[in-house]
Structure formats: C-alpha cells, structure tokens
C-alpha cells in the first residue's frame, strides 16, 4: 500500500519551513498537503515530531569499491552508508577491477548493484580501456547501456587528442564527460599541497596547476565539441576562475566541490596525517575561500563526496605511502550544516539544493524533487539534535575520516528511496 508522514516540515521556496505531510504510494509521492487523512491507504504512518523533510540526496561522486576492493568497500556497506547519510541516488566511479570499459563488465556490475544496492546506484563507464589512459573504449556502445556518463575517475586524461575524440563520441551519444584534473606531467609526486604544509611537514607537494592547467585545455575542447564536460571536485582559485570565465562563455561545463575542501586547507593539516591526505589535497585558505565564492555565485554548481573508503591498514602507512582518500556519505549532510549553514555562511535552502535538485537538473535526472508525482525517495533530518561524529559507527567499512569527534547538528534519522525505507535511525534497517 504505502507510507504516511505526519507532522514534518518542509523547506518553502523563500526559506521558511512550513508544516506538511507525505503520502507515498507505489513509489511515487501521492499527496502533499498541510494535512492528510489516509490511515486506511497505507502500511505504515510515521510521526515526523517536526524534523525537516527533504528530497532524497544526490551524490555523483562515490567509490563503491566492488568488484575487486570488497576489503574496502561493496556495493552493500558502501550504500547501507549512503542511506544512512540521507543519499537515495548516487554515481558509483570505475576504477574497480575489473574496471566497467566493456558490456560485460558493465553487466555484470548492474546485476551485483540490482542484488545489493539498498539505495539507486548509477554506474560510471571508463573512458580509456583500464584505465589506462591508452585506447578509449566504445563509447558509442556502451552509452546504450544504463550507465551515468564517461570517466577515468583518479587519473586525468593525459593527452588532448584522447580527450578531444572522447568529447566527441560523448556529445553524440549525448552523454557527459567527467573528469578528474590533474597534470601527471607536473605532480612531482607529491602527496599534500605545495605550499605551506610541504614545507612544514617537509612532503612532497602537489602544486594547484596540475589540477587547472588541465582544466584550462579541457574546456576550450568542451567548447569545440559541444560536449558536457563536468570538473570532479575542484579545490583551487584559479580552476575557480577558469569555470567562471567558461561558463560565461556559454561552454557546457559543470562543476562539483567536496565537503572536505570547503570545511579545510592546507592548515589543518598538523601532521603526518593520512585523514588529511586526499587527492586533490587540502589547499591553501584562500583557495578554500574561493571554492565557497564560487558555489555561492553558481560557478561551482554543487556537492559531492568523493565517498573514498579504505582499510586502516592501507592508511596507516604515513603521507607517503597511503592512498588517497576519505569517507564522506555519513557525515556531508551534518558537517555543512553544523559549519556553514549554523554560521550563516549559506542558508539551509542554497545546502538542500546543491545535495538535490542540483546535481539533478545539471545532469537531467527525474530525482531530487520534493512534489507530487515524483519519486519518493525522501530524507527526514533532526536540525536540532547535536552529537559527535563517530568513525566507529559507521555503516561504511572506510573509517578514514578527518572529522572523526567533531561535534555537529542535522543528523538524517530517515530515508526512503523508491518508495521503501533503506535508513531507519535506531532500528535495523
């Protein structure tokens, strides 16, 4: 039959949260109104006591890890993770092994995600074959496959040509090209920002240019094939400034930051610390600074994790030697409401969409709307509640957290995707 939720509040167009209730049905959103009597139409009735009723969250950046990481993540603990983090929809990235570059790889992933998936996951394709960089792979093909656009994820395309032909094929088939920007040529191997903290910790720096140098080239080819081009978590100015100046242009680019970029830099980073070390690396204050200037003025379109989990092991081997990467699903949502929402640095409505209708709208999803008709996948948040992060509670396998003890508001106590409940604060689901 269905569920009813009382007595939640909604965000309004002007900010303000109004009374309303839900009735889902056959996983859609049925009803909304200020009042709804329909015990005798539904399963289940959950008392709301008032939290906050949102659409359900959109990430496009996640690692599920599965196959070929499960020490890491799956695709069970990875969105048990997101669920419980108040995302119903997110993109998973492909550098598994083996990596989704072909049909049957593909398959066979969309099989293990309709098994094991409690939340919507939407599959990348690699660009090159393995990841490699080398020879793309059929692009015309497998974008006739459920899959949510091209990427080579953690490796940036090296050459222009790779990019150039890729962009291509993409537009054609009218699917995007994602990308991780970063210069192999000029990374040096470093393992932090040059900046600051090299010199302090005296590590090997990652200078800001690899990432916008590449972001720079890739735009104008944007520009010459007409292809949606999307710039994976952004972390400088001046990648800040060529977005800015491309989008003025009319060239079809879009852009992410991470949670972790806008609540850091480079100045947090005390020790030799592998919670810290994440690629691209935290940067300096005013690159920080720059990233919400840039989401505020619609430059950067929205927020993603980069959800990037891996065993303790793996990151107790110091700055040098551990991977890059941090947990974000179960913690986004409370850490930018706690830290910028609380200070009044962007308001409740401007955070809601970024995790929503924009990521939806930017890449012409039917989800992360909040009306009749659309699909029911909803987050139920407590905005009052504080507690502290706990790295040990997490439903991810990744403990790898660089917030581990912060103490934060906005904690999502329900999820519904589709329809169902896949989150439950204090229950088993």
Same mark, same amino acid.
């Given at each position: ?6 007595? +939640? ?14 009735? &889902?049905?056959?996983? &859609? ?21 008032? /939290? ?6 959109? =990430?496009?950046? &996640?690692?599920?890890?599965? %196959? ?32 989704? =570059?072909?049909?049957? +790889? ?78 192999? @040529? ?15 910790? /005296? ?6 240019? @690899? ?30 400034? &060529? ?30 610390? @592998? ?5 691209? %690396? ?66 409740? /409505? ?40 706990? /790295? ?22 329900? @999820? ?14």
């Amino acid at each position: 039959m269905g569920i009813l939720l009382k007595n +939640a509040k909604q965000l309004a167009d002007n900010g303000q949260l109004i009374d309303c209730e839900v009735l &889902i049905q056959q996983g &859609i959103i049925s009803e909304i109104n200020t009042k709804i009597e329909a015990a005798n139409q539904v399963d289940r009735i959950i008392d709301c006591r008032g /939290k906050l009723l949102t659409p359900g969250f959109i =990430d496009v950046h &996640i690692h599920l890890r599965e %196959p070929g990481g499960e020490h890491k993540e799956t695709i069970k603990t990875g969105t048990k993770a997101a669920a419980r983090g108040g995302y119903t929809t997110v993109c998973a990235m492909p550098n598994t092994n083996p990596v989704p =570059d072909c049909e049957t +790889a593909i398959t066979s992933l969309l099989k293990k995600i309709e098994q094991d998936a409690v939340v919507r996951v939407l599959p990348y394709a690699s660009i090159t074959k393995g990841l490699k960089g080398e020879e793309l792979t059929n692009i015309e093909q497998l974008s006739k496959l459920p899959i949510f656009a091209f990427t080579d994820d953690g490796v940036g395309i090296q050459t222009a040509d790779a990019m150039l032909q890729a962009m291509k094929t993409a537009a054609k088939n009218g699917k995007a090209i994602v990308a991780h920007c970063e210069d192999n @040529t000029i990374v040096y191997g470093g393992v932090v920002h040059d900046g600051d903290v090299s010199k302090r910790l /005296k590590l090997p720096g990652i200078p800001s240019i @690899t990432e916008s140098v590449q972001i720079a080239r890739d735009v104008l080819l944007a520009e010459a094939t007409g292809c949606h081009y999307h710039v994976c978590h952004v972390s400088t100015k001046e990648s800040v400034r &060529i977005i800015r100046d491309a989008k003025k242009a009319g060239i079809p680019v879009s852009a992410e930051v991470t949670p972790h970029h806008l609540l850091l830099n480079e100045d947090t980073v005390l020790e030799d610390d @592998t919670n810290y070390k994440m690629n691209p %690396p935290l940067r300096s204050k005013e690159d920080q600074e720059a990233l919400l200037e840039g989401l505020l003025d619609g430059t950067i379109d929205f927020v993603a994790t980069d959800h990037a989990p891996h065993s303790e092991d793996e990151k107790n081997q110091g700055m040098l030697k551990a991977p890059f990467g941090i947990v974000g699903l179960e913690t986004a949502f409370p850490l930018l409401y706690s830290k910028l929402v609380k200070s009044g640095k962007i308001t409740l /409505k401007q955070l809601i969409d970024w995790l929503t209708i924009k990521p939806a709208n930017v890449f012409n999803l039917p989800y992360g709307r909040l009306e009749e008709q659309a699909f029911a996948d909803l987050t139920l948040i407590d905005l009052e509640r504080e507690i502290k992060i706990d /790295k040990h509670s997490f439903y991810s396998k990744g403990r790898n957290t660089p917030f581990h003890e912060w103490s934060v508001m906005g904690t999502p106590v329900l @999820t519904i995707c589709n329809g169902s409940i896949v989150y439950e604060e204090d229950t088993d689901v």
